[in-house]
């Protein structure tokens, strides 16, 4: 028993020899076959402490500074190895200020207040998707940067104390009561406004103060449409009197410049025209001093009778119009019209001065020259009815012949005779006869141009054979 004690006694204290070996042998590192890796680099071994919590100086700062507590002159350079901060494009202005009183900002979403901004505790807050912003958002539509709620103190002449909006030129815009606001511009943001950013539902509301709300207008919506549309159509005729006195402006400086330098000698004087003949040949106004009798004259020499037609349109209110034996461009007669508001005679004086405006535009009321209707329709008559400068040939309108039928009806040469079923029908018959010839000649020519094609075809085949006959 003792021998298999002392045998028991003895493996057990060298099982605890050979636990303390290999407790102190320490650990070694596996041998690498192969090269060695050039980027490879020893790794540093770090004891851990257990249970020991980390120092002060070892724990880092983890509060978040926002834009707009940053200045972009006053961003200090990052060290190596540091992350570098985002640049940030906006400079409070001159005029800026913390706010008096209170402002927040209401977020809406689906028409719940999901989140509440305080405006009140600097100058300007920024609304962008960076972590930074003082409104951070996640759409993917909103910039980094996105748009400026920044507060007006100073009052200037440009500007009044309050809220504006300031987009950054983001790429989705600001929009402002659904109207996109124009970038890199400052826009009035009164207290109960909203506005949205890119393509979020998430809409903002600006609260504050009464004193800064909108007054309401005692306009009706109508009247404020009407009101602005004509502001844009005065601001409009502004703008085109502007560009008018600018192209007369350069007009007269290139006058200028073509007449050159006189180097002091007098301009050619004009020859004065002798006015005994014809004293209306040359002026430049029509100004007569009897404009009624002018045009009875007119008419009398053409041999027409003269007839106003004078209408009232309301009292003291009349519509004077005059017929003038006179074609336009399209065969019509021209109407000289005149409206005035107070006697009968002077709208009827009225509506001869413009007839006598119009003749005189056309060049028949001051010609030098005057022939009466008598000897001018035996001239036409003459002439077949035709003006000197009027070429049939040239005409592919049918617009000569109207107007020689006319005058043939005017001088009796012609009886206008009214359209009845049997005329009409004889009037269709022609006009089919007609088609049908002009369908034969375009099928004689359809012919002719194949028969011409299959000619050329022979011809050239023809020609192929005997070049492959010389080469041969």
């Known amino acids: 028993m003792d021998s298999k004690s002392e045998v028991g006694s003895t493996a057990v204290a060298t099982s605890n020899t050979n636990s303390e070996e290999k407790e102190k042998t320490p650990f070694k590192m596996p041998i690498m076959i192969g090269k ?133 030129g983001s790429t989705h815009g600001t929009f402002l009561h659904g109207h996109k606001v124009i970038p890199r511009k400052y826009q009035p943001l009164r207290v109960g406004h909203m506005f949205k950013v890119g393509g979020s539902k998430r809409m903002f509301i600006l609260n504050g103060p009464r004193d800064d709300e909108e007054p309401e ?4 919506i109508t009247e404020l449409k009407l009101l602005k549309m004509q502001k844009l159509e005065e601001k409009k005729k502004e703008e085109e009197l502007a560009k008018t006195k600018e192209e007369m402006r350069l007009a007269e400086e290139k006058k200028q410049l073509e007449e050159g330098i006189s180097w002091g000698m007098p301009e050619e004087a004009e020859e004065a025209t002798d006015l005994a003949e014809n004293p209306y040949a040359v002026n430049e106004e029509l100004d007569l001093e009897d404009p009624k009798k002018t045009l009875r004259g007119w008419f009398e020499r053409e041999g027409y009778e003269l007839e106003y037609d004078v209408n009232e349109k ?19 007669q021209l109407v000289a019209e005149a409206s005035h508001k107070g006697k009968k005679k002077e709208a009827v004086l009225q509506c001869a ?12 009321l001051r010609q030098a020259k005057h022939e009466s209707r ?17 070429d049939s040939f040239l005409d592919r309108t049918g617009e000569l012949e109207m107007k020689r039928r006319k005058r043939m009806l005017e001088a009796g040469k012609l009886e206008e005779r009214a359209e009845t079923f049997e005329s009409l029908t004889e009037k269709h018959s022609e006009v089919l006869a007609e088609i049908d010839s002009i369908g034969k000649q375009l099928e004689a020519a359809a012919a002719h141009e194949r ?22």
């Open 36 to 168: 060695k890796s050039v980027l490879a680099k020893p790794l540093k071994q770090t004891s851990v402490k257990p249970n020991t919590a980390p120092s002060k100086e070892e724990v880092p700062n983890r509060e978040v500074t926002t834009v707009s507590e940053i200045s972009t002159n006053t961003l200090a350079p990052s060290k190596a190895g540091e992350e570098k901060p985002l640049a940030f494009p906006y400079e409070e202005p001159e005029w800026g200020g913390l706010p008096p009183e209170s402002y927040s900002l209401e977020v809406l979403k689906e028409g719940v207040i999901v989140e509440k901004v305080d405006l009140s505790g600097k100058p300007f807050h920024v609304v962008g998707r960076s972590d930074t912003c003082d409104v951070p958002m996640q759409h993917l539509s909103v910039s980094r940067f996105h748009c400026i709620i920044q507060y007006c103190a100073n009052e200037i002449p440009e500007m009044e104390k309050g809220m504006y909006l300031y987009d950054m």
């Open 217 to 220: 207008s005692q306009l009706s």
């Open 314 to 332: 309301a009292p003291g209110h009349y519509i004077c119009r005059v017929t003038l034996p006179v074609d336009n461009n399209e065969g019509r």
């Open 353 to 364: 001065l413009e007839a006598c405006k119009i003749l005189d535009n056309l060049g028949l």
């Open 374 to 390: 008598a000897k001018r329709e035996k001239y036409r008559e003459e002439e077949d009815f035709y003006s000197s400068d009027e």
């Open 451 to 472: 028969e011409r094609k299959k000619l050329e075809e022979e011809n050239v085949r023809s020609r192929e054979i005997r070049r492959k006959g010389r080469n041969i």
